[in-house]
C-alpha cells in the first residue's frame, strides 16, 4: 500500500516575507495608514480609432516634486494601459477630486472594467488645451503635464511630468477625496 504525506496548506505570496523581512500584506496594511489624495490621470491615446481614444485611472500615489520648475510625479503599475500609453504620448492630465467625485474614483479603478470610452461617456470635462486629455469638471484643481523623466522602481514606474497648466476653479466648498485603509474617505 502507497502512503502519501499530506501536502502543507498553499500559501499565499503576499504572506510570504521578502528578503528584507516584510510581506506584501504587511507592507500593504503598513501603507495602508498612510491617507492619500485621489486623483484621475488622463491621457489622449491619438492611435485608437479614428478620433484616438481618452484613457482614464484612478492614482493615489500623486505628488508634487519641485516648485522651480514645477514637476509632479504619479506611479503607474508597470504594464498597466496607463504607463504603456504615457510611455508613448508625452502630455497627460490630472484632475485632483473632490468627495462629490467618489463615484468617478471608484468607476476607474475598476480591475476588468469596461473600455474607457464607456467611463467617460456621462463624466463632464473638457479637453485641456496642452494634453488633449479630460479635464474633469467639479475637480478642485486640475493640471497638465508633460513627461520629463520615467523612472522604474519595483513593479511599478515613476513618471516624473512637467506642469504646463494649473488651474483651480475660482469657487469650492468640496472636500478632497482621500483613501485611507484601502477605502475612499470623506476628511474630517
Known sequence: MLTTTPSPPPTSDLAIPHAEGVSNDEFRAAMSRLAAGVVLVTAHDPDDGPRGEDVGMT??????????????????????????????VPVWAVSVLSERQRHIAGRFAMKGRV????????VPSVRGEESGAPLLSGALATLECRTENRVVAGDHTLVVGRVLTAKVP???????????RGKYRRLG
Open 170 to 180: 475660482t469657487a469650492t466648498e468640496d472636500d478632497p477625496l482621500t483613501y485611507f
Open 59 to 88: 492614482a493615489t500615489a500623486f505628488m508634487s516634486v519641485s516648485l522651480d520648475p514645477p514637476l509632479v510625479l504619479v506611479s503607474l503599475r508597470n504594464g498597466s494601459r496607463m504607463d504603456d500609453l504615457l510611455a508613448e
Open 115 to 122: 473600455s474607457d470610452r464607456l467611463l467617460f461617456a456621462d
